[in-house]
């Protein structure tokens, strides 16, 4: 595999992940538990199409076979996604969303403000821009974490079941390959065994003041590198996609 | 208000560029301080329209009642001299 090769899968995998939860943090809606939690919750999923934009942009113009960020977006079945299958979860309660959102924004942040040093020029761009607003979902996630994990039995309760039930789809953010190796050889990708420590140092620090335990899960579930998803993926792809492929190329 | 079922609500200011003081823009509900900036930072500032906020639980806001107009605020209509109009505004000054 050459150096444009595995940046483009590399590309995949950070935009899709970002297309995929920003959609499915979308599912909220309308349903938010109050309205500015609703707006709140929707300029999140609006950062995260945003940033997904930018870097499907990029992938398409890296792979050089004329796909744009749409084409990538809407014409890949489940089997070409790349996101790690912690983004492809379902919404489940208020709680279990903030847990989602809480485990991954913590992810993202310190990827992020590694991938700020990239020596891809577009990426380190990217990554610049992404990280304020980063930044501020994980402030917002990581407020609800400690209001519904030091709140009420129930709201505790609640959180705990989320962080148990994902908690499976933690380690495999952090897998590397031979794409990583590469990548992190010419500069441009960062060792994720230095964002896996960061990681688990802050999401320890907020569990414990959340008054929340660490889950015991040993059961690790992986394959998004595969592209071996969850049954809820390709529900939720049916439902992305629909339009678009549906009308192709229409505009308004 | 004892049977009101939302949480409490917190009025917004914001100051759209540094010198000029905090406008009054609207309000949000929040259980505390830190929710309600970022929940006036969701509402109201995603089109670039501050760069500061504060918040204030709208409880503690005294304010005159519309009874009291004619009496706090009639009495200067007659007194235009009061209005800053015969004086030159320096160059330069932007926000007064």
């Not at chain 1, 050089?64 to 996101?83: H, P, Q, V, W």
């Not at chain 1, 903030?98 to 403000?113: G, K, P, V």
């Not at chain 1, 140092?201 to 040993?218: C, G, H, S, Y």
Request: aromatic letters at 10%; proline letters at 4%; a negative charge.
């Amino acid at each position: 595999m050459d150096i444009q090769q595995a940046k483009f899968q590399y590309l995949l995998r950070l935009g899709d992940s970002s297309l995929i939860i920003g959609h499915r943090l979308s599912e909220w809606c309308g349903h938010g538990p109050i309205l500015e939690e609703d707006i709140a919750l929707i300029n999140i999923a609006l950062d995260f199409v945003g940033n997904a934009t930018s870097i499907l942009a990029y992938a398409g113009k890296v792979e050089g076979k004329g796909r744009s960020e749409d084409d990538l977006a809407y014409l890949r079945d489940e089997r070409e996604y790349r996101n790690l299958l912690i983004t492809e979860q379902l919404n489940g309660d208020f709680a279990t969303t903030i847990a989602r959102q809480f485990i991954f924004d913590t992810y993202m942040y310190f990827l992020y403000e590694e991938l700020k040093n990239s020596k891809d020029e577009t990426i380190a761009a990217i990554a610049q821009k992404s990280h304020k607003e980063i930044t501020y979902h994980l402030r917002h996630t990581t407020q609800w974490m400690f209001r519904l994990g030091d709140g009420t039995t129930e709201s505790h309760e609640r959180l705990q079941n989320g962080l148990n039930d994902l908690w499976m789809f933690t380690s495999e953010m952090f897998e590397m390959d031979e794409i990583d190796a590469l990548l992190i050889s010419e500069g441009i990708a960062p060792d994720l065994s230095i964002i896996k420590a960061n990681w688990e140092k802050r999401v320890n620090e907020v569990i414990a003041e959340a008054t929340l335990q660490i889950p015991t899960t040993l059961f690790k579930q992986k394959g998004s590198r595969e592209g071996k998803h969850s049954e809820h993926l390709g529900f939720l792809l049916a439902e992305m996609q629909y339009v678009h492929r549906a009308f192709p190329n229409a505009t308004w | 208000m004892s049977n009101d079922s939302q949480w409490p609500v917190w009025e917004v200011f914001l100051q759209g560029n540094p010198g000029i003081p905090h406008k009054h823009v609207g309000n949000v509900h929040a259980t505390d301080a830190e929710m309600a900036i970022q929940n006036a930072r969701d509402v109201y500032t995603r089109r670039s329209e501050g760069i500061s906020i504060w918040v204030v639980p709208a409880n503690a806001i005294s304010a005159s009642s519309p009874e009291d107009q004619g009496a706090f605020f009639e009495p200067s209509n007659d007194k235009p001299y009061r209005h800053p109009t015969f004086y030159k505004i320096p160059e330069g000054v932007k926000y007064l």
